[in-house]
T-cell receptor
Framework: DTAVSQTPKYLVTQMGNDKSIKCEQN?????MYWYKQDSKKFLKIMFS???????INETVPNRFSPKSPDKAHLNLHINSLELGDSAVYFC??????????????????FGNGTRLTVT | AQTVTQSQPEMSVQEAETVTLSCTYD???????LFWYKQPPSRQMILVIR??????QNATENRFSVNFQKAAKSFSLKISDSQLGDAAMYFC????????????FGKGTKLTVNP
């Protein structure tokens, strides 16, 4: 059983389009994240949600909007795609955000990534 | 600013030999956790080992061990008896305790294992 699953695995689209990447975790975790890995392999956090509430919102363009319908899902919507958005996007989850079992005690479980190519 | 620095973009090792990947970090926090993640070509991120900053004893997981030097803010990963399957990108990461936890990653080290 896949713990954290992202779809699609590959996404090729043209500039200006709007696209979404879906993420689901079946671990019962309370916190979910989106990371962006650029062409130099550098991973950078974009968003973090805890129980459907936004916790971390790093400096990303407002064209990127996360949506969490429930705590098992965190989807990433991207409007007006640009060439610079091309990257691999990773979804992740962890047990808790606060308390004795915060994220530092329960490491991140990552999805397999979505390679987005904007042409 | 919280940063994690991996000064070796690429490393190589002969199969069955030992290799050490370096990592330094910068933080003013006293409580935090450190991790090494492995990313093989499949792109999945796999936790290799983790270390709590309040523990002096270095963490060990089978062939993987760390050399944690808190005063020097250094957290190197040693891989013993390297195997072909160890070839991957290795990311050092750090997270603080309390408040708005944030996991900060280094830029990664590409490890090649030669047969």
């Amino acid at each position: 059983d896949t713990a954290v699953s992202q779809t699609p695995k590959y996404l090729v689209t043209q500039m200006g389009n709007d696209k979404s990447i879906k993420c689901e975790q079946n671990l019962g975790h309370d916190t979910m994240y989106w990371y962006k890995q650029d062409s130099k392999k550098f991973l950078k956090i974009m968003f973090s949600y805890n129980n459907k509430e936004l916790i971390i919102n790093e400096t990303v363009p407002n064209r990127f909007s996360p949506k969490s319908p429930d705590k098992a899902h965190l989807n990433l919507h991207i409007n007006s795609l640009e060439l610079g958005d091309s990257a691999v996007y990773f979804c992740a989850s962890s047990q808790d955000f606060e308390g004795n079992f915060g994220t530092y005690n329960s490491p991140l479980h990552f999805g397999n990534g979505t390679r987005l190519t904007v042409t | 600013a919280q940063t994690v620095t991996q000064s070796q973009p690429e490393m190589s090792v002969q199969e069955a030999e030992t290799v050490t990947l370096s990592c330094t970090y910068d933080t003013s926090e006293s409580d935090y956790y450190l991790f090494w993640y492995k990313q093989p070509p499949s792109r999945q991120m796999i936790l290799v080992i983790r270390q709590e900053a309040y523990k002096q004893q270095n963490a060990t997981e089978n062939r993987f061990s760390v050399n944690f030097q808190k005063a020097a803010k250094s957290f190197s990963l040693k891989i013993s008896d390297s195997q072909l399957g160890d070839a991957a990108m290795y990311f050092c990461a750090y997270i603080t305790q309390g408040g708005s936890e944030k996991l900060v990653f280094g830029k990664g080290t590409k490890l090649t294992v030669n047969p």
